[in-house]
């Protein structure tokens, strides 16, 4: 089975620019999220969508956003990049059901590395 | 205040030796689950084990294991028998309870650098 896949898997932007990041998730999986991951640090979360809605979103400017289609892909757009922008930005996918913590890992795709000069 | 400390930037480990990695978190939901992924340098992130508020036995997946000691609120990952794939950057998560159905947010910690020798 496809894991998830995102594309590109990298990109090289100027500062100004706008950028699209695009993500398929598993088959059945109905949630998508994600998470912005600058060099050194941990993932930070930035939207979360389930069944087509934004279920959560993250302390990021209105330069970003998101959204996701009935196949349940999503993309993340950022406008106005700037260079602090520049990251490896993640995609995870998970069934989307329940409300136990531990109820949907997140499968996570192999990420978008996002360059901006 | 950090949700997740990981307090050890870089750790090594002799191969078929045993390892731990410290995480600590800071939550007042009594519901929540912590995490533990693996990142190797190919970016992806890899789910490894998970343990929840409420689980009375501490989780084990194969080799990783997880020290759960709730009153410490530490999640300490124990690697066994190290191998030279495990050398990765190693994040712990948590979610809590008031994410909401349908809701999914992870925070996480910073990582640890684990690097196996031959």
């Known amino acids: 089975d496809a894991g998830v896949t995102q594309s590109p898997t990298h990109l090289i932007k100027t500062r100004g620019q706008q950028v699209t990041l695009r993500c398929s998730p598993i088959?059945?999986?109905?949630?998508v999220s994600w998470y912005q991951q600058v060099l050194g640090q941990g993932p930070q979360f930035i939207f979360q969508y389930y069944e087509k809605e934004e279920r959560g979103r993250g302390n990021f400017p209105d330069r970003f956003s998101a959204r996701q289609f009935p196949n349940y892909s999503s993309e993340l757009n950022v406008n106005a990049l700037l260079l602090g922008d520049s990251a490896l930005y993640l995609c995870?996918?998970?069934?989307?059901?329940?409300?136990?913590?531990?109820?949907?890992?997140?499968?996570f795709g192999a990420g978008s590395r996002l360059t901006v000069l | 205040a950090q949700k997740i400390t990981q307090t050890q930037p870089g750790m090594f480990v002799q191969e078929k030796e045993a390892v731990t990695l410290d995480c600590t978190y800071d939550t007042s939901d009594p519901s929540y689950g912590l995490f533990w992924y693996k990142q190797p340098s190919s970016g992806e992130m890899i789910f490894l084990i998970y343990q929840g508020s409420y689980d009375q036995q501490n989780a084990t997946e194969g080799r990783y294991s997880l020290n759960f000691q709730k009153a410490r609120k530490s999640a300490n990952l124990v690697i066994s028998a190290s191998q030279l794939g495990d050398s990765a950057m190693y994040f712990c998560?948590?979610?809590?309870?008031?994410?909401?159905?349908?809701?999914?947010?992870?925070?996480f910690g910073k990582g640890t650098k684990l690097s196996v020798i031959p």
């Open positions: 995870a996918s998970s069934i989307g059901q329940g409300r136990a913590p531990g109820a949907n890992v997140l499968t």
């Open positions: 088959s059945g999986h109905k949630s």
């Open positions: 998560a948590m979610r809590e309870r008031n994410s909401g159905a349908g809701s999914y947010q992870l925070t």
